[in-house]
C-alpha cells in the first residue's frame, strides 16, 4: 500500500470498511479462537478481515490511528467477560482500555459484556477483524465517532 501515515498492518479491505462505517457503527475486533466466519456473515457488509498476525492491542492501535472513538455514548468500547470471572477484567482488557485512553486522550472504559449476549452485538457489528490474540475473551466492540 502507497499511502502516508496509514499502518501498515491495515490492508486495503480495512481501510474501506473504516472508511464505509458511519457514525455510531460498530466494528467487532475477535481473538484467534472466536468463530469470526460464522458470525461476519451476519454483520451489515458480510466482510471478515483478517489480522491472524497481530494481537488485538496491536489491531486496535492501528485502527485507531485512523478511525476515532464515539464521543456521544459512555462506553464507545466493549468487551466479552470471561463466564468463570464474571465482572473482572482480564489483562488482554485493560490493556485495551488503557490503549484507547492514551490514543483518545481521555478517559475510556470498557462495558463488559456476558459472552453469549457478545454474539449477537458481533453479528450486528459492521464487519470482524479476526485478529491473533491468544489470550482468553480478546473479543472487543468498537463504536465510531466523528472525525
Known amino acids: 500500500m ?16 473504516l472508511s464505509a462505517m458511519g457514525h455510531g457503527d460498530e466494528l467487532a475486533i475477535v481473538d484467534k479462537n472466536f468463530s469470526a466466519c460464522r458470525v461476519s456473515r451476519k454483520t451489515v457488509t458480510g466482510k471478515l478481515i483478517s489480522m491472524n498476525a497481530a494481537s488485538a492491542t496491536d489491531a486496535i492501535a492501528a485502527i485507531l490511528a485512523v478511525m476515532p472513538l464515539d464521543h456521544f455514548v459512555e462506553q464507545p468500547l466493549m468487551h466479552m467477560e470471561d463466564p468463570d470471572q464474571a465482572g473482572t477484567m482480564l489483562p488482554v482488557h485493560t490493556d485495551v482500555e488503557l490503549l484507547c485512553s492514551t490514543v483518545e486522550k481521555r478517559s475510556i472504559k470498557s462495558r463488559s459484556i456476558e459472552r453469549f449476549a457478545y454474539y449477537p ?27
Open 121 to 147: 452485538l458481533a453479528e450486528s457489528c459492521f464487519a470482524v477483524v479476526h485478529t491473533g490474540e491468544t489470550r482468553p475473551y480478546g473479543n472487543f466492540i468498537l463504536k465510531k465517532g466523528v472525525v
Open 2 to 17: 502507497a499511502l502516508k501515515n496509514i499502518p501498515e498492518i491495515l490492508c486495503p479491505d480495512l481501510l474501506w470498511i
